[in-house]
């Protein structure tokens, strides 16, 4: 059986565009994926959209454009595809909480919530204890009072860098913290 293509054969590219378009896709990718990033939110998607941006560049690249002018069209394109991302993903099906509850769901079980909740609380008071007295500040207001960062920075008496910086690390500590008391927990059963 003879297999037919139907896509049309390959050009051979001189091996200058080639590598011209290798150093334009090493400058421009690190670019294009924050910015997809920070549009998308989500690490796999970012990828993913990135990845097609430059299967769409490299169909139709222009190699008589300048170095701007492709910088210019690139983004374009990266515009065009994430907007297509999100209509896309707004025609999805949403349902709210109401129509679950009409439709048979009870919601969540109280007793169950109250019980795994105050463990929740002893173990963030717990974590909250182990930590430095600015971190611990910081991760209170942040995230318990639900301060602004610049009411924590005023708060603290810090600037609003230094707060970013102080939950950073606070958090960060926190996680290894964790680790450490979940281990213990265990070692105590």
């Not at 378009?21 to 690490?43: A, K, M, P």
């Amino acid at each position: 059986m003879q297999v037919i293509s139907v896509e049309p054969p390959l050009k051979e590219v001189p091996l200058d565009r080639q590598q011209a378009f290798q150093q334009f896709y090493q400058e421009n990718l690190g670019l294009i994926y924050r910015h997809v990033y920070n549009q998308v939110g989500i690490r796999e998607e970012a990828e993913d959209l990135t990845s097609q941006i430059f299967l769409h560049v490299v169909k139709s690249i222009d190699h008589e454009r300048s170095r701007l002018s492709m910088k210019k069209w690139l983004y374009l394109i990266a515009r065009s595809i994430i907007a297509d991302y999100w209509r896309a993903h707004s025609r999805l099906p949403k349902s709210s909480l109401d129509a679950m509850l009409e439709a048979g769901w009870e919601g969540p079980a109280e007793v169950e919530m109250s019980a795994s909740s105050s463990e929740a609380e002893e173990r963030v008071e717990r974590l909250l204890q182990a930590l430095p007295e600015k971190y611990r500040e910081v991760l209170k207001c942040r995230f318990l009072l639900k301060l602004s960062l610049k009411a924590t920075a005023l708060h603290m008496g810090v600037t609003e860098a230094n707060v970013k910086v102080l939950q950073f690390r606070a958090l960060k500590r926190a996680a290894k913290l964790e680790h450490v008391i979940a281990e213990q927990e265990l070692r105590a059963l």
